[in-house]
Nanobody, 121 residues
């Protein structure tokens, strides 16, 4: 069982920056593929960024060049640095973890409780 706790959300003006953190309660976060999702009111949850166990990263087109995902396995934290924020980035941001070993994903995944990001214009 893995517990994920997000933090760092808040209210920011257009063009501002925020850094979200996802702290994991697991002995070894390096075994987990970690993603950040977001969900705006009335919209489906959307994959924003992901980072593999070997730190390969992927981003949705709308955040490329503005968001950076990173991991610190020693601290058991995955971060999402967000800059040049836009009103359309307003959403609840969730951390997701999937265990993977040898290229195979274990059944199930884990979610945090979410952190609200609001970008005001």
């Amino acid at each position: 069982q893995v517990q994920l706790v997000e933090s760092g959300g808040g209210l920011v003006q257009v063009g501002g920056s925020l850094r979200l953190s996802c702290a994991a309660s697991t002995d070894n976060i390096s075994f987990y593929f970690i993603s950040w999702y977001r969900q705006a009111p009335g919209k489906q949850r959307e994959l924003v960024a992901s980072i593999s166990t070997s730190s390969n990263t992927n981003y949705v087109d709308s955040v490329k060049g503005r968001f950076t995902i990173s991991r610190d396995n020693a601290k058991k934290v995955v971060s999402l640095q967000m800059s040049s924020l836009k009103p359309e980035d307003t959403a609840v941001y969730y951390c997701n973890a999937k265990k993977v070993r040898g290229g195979l994903y274990y059944p199930g995944d884990y979610w945090g409780q979410g952190t609200q990001v609001t970008v005001s214009s």
